[in-house]
C-alpha cells in the first residue's frame, strides 16, 4: 500500500512540473506573440491554457484522494498539502501569459508595444521564462536551494517593473495616457506571472525543510 502511495505522489510531483514547463512555454509564447505580433503564437493560448487548467484538476484530485484514503503524515503531508496550491500557481501563471497574448491579438497586425519598450517586455519575459523553469526544477527535485534561486531571480522583475513605470510616465513619453496604462497592465501580468513563481518556491522550501523559506537563515 506504501509503494502505491509514493508511486501516486511521485506522479503527482511530475505533474505539477509538467504544469510549470506548460506555464514556461506559454509565457514564451505569449512574448512572441506580443512583441513579433505573431497571431499564430496567440491563437495557440486559448487550447493551450485549457490543457494546463484540465491537468491542475487532475493534481487536485489525485491529491484530495491521497489525503482521504492514505492520511500521509511529516514531509508527505507537506508534499501533498504543497500541491494543491502550486497546482493553482501554475494554472494561474497560465491564465496571465494567455492575457498578454490576447492584448497581442487584440492589435494584430500591428505590434501592441511601442519600440521604445522592446528591450523591457524582452528582459521581462525572459525573466518570467527563467522563473518558471526553475520553479518546474524546484518542484521535480523538491531542492530548497532552486527554490531560493527563484526568490532571488524575482528581485530582477520587480526592478524592471520598476524601469517600465519610470517609461510610461516620464515627460517624454509620446503615446498618450491609455497607451501607458495598457503597457502598465502588461508589465502587471510579468510581475504577477513572477509572483506566484515565488509562490510555488516557497511551497517547495517549506515542503523540503519544514520551515518558511523568510525564517530560514541568510546567507553572508
Sequence with gaps: MRNEFHDTLD????DLAKMCDRASAMMHAATV???EADAE???RMRGDLTQLSALGASVNDRAYRLLALQAPVARDLRTVVAAL???ADADRMGALASHIARTAARSHPLRATPPELTDLYTEMG???VQMADEARDAVSSSDAALAERVCADDEGMDELHRQLFTRVM???WMHGPLVAADMALLGRFYERFADHAVEIARRVYFQATGAAMDSAP???
Excluded at 11 to 14: G, R
Design 11 to 14: 506522479i503527482l510531483v511530475a
Design 33 to 35: 506573440a506580443l512583441l
Design 41 to 43: 503564437q496567440a491563437g
Design 85 to 87: 496550491h502550486i497546482g
Design 126 to 128: 525572459a525573466t518570467a
Design 170 to 172: 516620464a515627460p517624454r
Design 218 to 220: 541568510r546567507p553572508a
